[in-house]
């Protein structure tokens, strides 16, 4: 169930060939193209934040089919669709579907019996389906465009529907003891750290969003790759990605959280001053992109399990958090790439990046227990 639930961000997943779908059929500057980006995944965070009130009263399953019936809706009529206004709207309707199944993730994963090995297997599920998805894209917008990238969407979301009456109607009566939803919860008082830690969870993904969207940009200009190959290295890096979960789940019974995090983070800042440097052919673009999604998924695991020692009662607010963050990148990488190029778009990533490493180095301090084993299983 988990695994399904993951179809809520699929947009994102596939937003470097939206992109260049969207230039090559609209011919938008990139600003343009970031705000688009940020309309949907706005409404994603919109709808995410919303499961602080819904997830104890409403229906799960019927949610689910409604969010899923409104991607499905909203994508084809997106094929239909020409003005930048309309549009919006209609992406803006998706993301707020793909925010409610990203909340329901959210809300069920934390009350299983196995967390750590259902949210592996979803994470792994992602991934998988995101290198099917981007090896699929390439051949769909070579010979469909747009529309193809927008019938897949539609497509794969509709796989949840057959599946729908395995959805639980909401949280159990009986939630497995010890486990996230099962703690006492601060008090409002002592949760400035909990506060912290959504806001350097919104700038982690933030600086993600921003420059994983425009990858297609960056092997075109700095690398002077031809779309195809953009798209081939794109879902290659993607496949390699996996080597970043796999590497957190078998260092969690050996490392705490300061210096996964903190490693990580030089090693993603290394990267993006290399990756502005441009001059690199196909193999030096993937094997750049391939090391930020590998560190990116590596850290991921570390951050959760972080923000449920420091304030586990705040982690159903994650998502809202994540993609608020998800949602200000690209329009952010994008106005640095329309005012100073590529330098630009990596230079507020390396700002984000920091920024939020900042504020999550006090935290790692704070933490009663780095090396908690139960906690990065449960972030797992």
């Known amino acids: 169930m988990t695994s399904l639930f993951t179809l809520g961000p699929l947009s994102f997943l596939m937003m470097p060939v939206l992109m260049i779908g969207l230039t ?59 003005s930048f206004t309309d549009l919006a709207c209609a992406r803006f309707a998706a993301g707020l ?13 934390p009350s299983t019996q196995r967390p750590d090995r259902n949210g592996s ?17 390439a051949s769909l917008l070579h010979r469909w465009g747009l529309n193809g990238l927008y019938v897949l969407i539609a497509a794969t979301a509709s796989l949840l529907l057959p599946f729908s009456a395995w959805i639980p109607t909401g949280l159990a009566a009986e939630v ?16 400035i750290p909990g506060w912290a830690g ?52 078998w260092l969690s019974r050996r490392a705490g959280f300061l210096w ?9 800042v290394v990267v993006l001053v290399v990756l502005a440097h441009g001059g690199y052919a196909y193999a030096g673009f993937l094997l750049l992109i391939a090391a930020l999604l590998v560190l990116w998924n590596f850290a991921q695991p570390y951050v959760f399990a972080l923000m ?5 009662g705040m982690t159903v607010a994650l998502p809202g958090a994540q993609a608020a963050g998800i949602a200000l990148g690209p329009v952010i990488i994008g106005y640095g790439i329309d005012r ?32 908690s084993t139960p906690a990065l299983q449960v972030a797992q």
Not at 49 to 68: C, E, F, K
Not at 225 to 236: H, S
Request: proline share 3%; hydrophobic share 50%.
């Open 24 to 82: 090559e059929r609209f011919h938008w500057s990139e600003a343009e193209l970031g705000t688009l980006a940020t309309i949907e995944l706005g409404a994603l965070a919109l709808t995410s934040l919303s499961g602080l009130y819904w997830q104890r009263r409403w229906n799960w399953r019927v949610l689910a089919i409604t969010a899923d019936v409104l991607i499905i809706a909203a994508n084809l009529a997106s094929t239909r669709l020409s």
């Open 97 to 109: 579907g793909s925010g409610i199944l990203l909340a329901l993730y959210f809300a069920y994963l």
């Open 121 to 137: 297997i979803a994470t792994f599920v992602q991934v998988a389906a995101q290198v099917a998805i981007d090896y699929s894209s």
């Open 176 to 191: 497995p003891a010890g486990s996230i939803v099962d703690r006492p919860s601060r008090t409002w008082g002592r949760r």
């Open 198 to 249: 959504l806001l350097a969870n919104a700038l982690f993904f933030a600086a993600q969003s921003g420059i994983f969207s425009f990858f297609g940009e960056i092997g075109e200009r700095e690398g002077g790759l031809a779309d195809q190959q953009t798209l081939d290295a794109i879902t290659v890096a993607a496949a390699l990605a996996l080597i970043g979960p796999a590497a957190s789940y």
């Open 260 to 268: 996964p995090i903190l490693l990580s983070t030089i090693a993603q």
């Open 308 to 312: 449920v020692v420091i304030d586990e």
């Open 340 to 371: 100073n190029g590529i330098a630009g778009g990596t230079g507020l990533t390396l700002v984000m990046t920091l920024a939020s490493l900042a504020l999550f180095m006090p935290l790692c301090v704070m933490s009663r227990h780095p090396g």
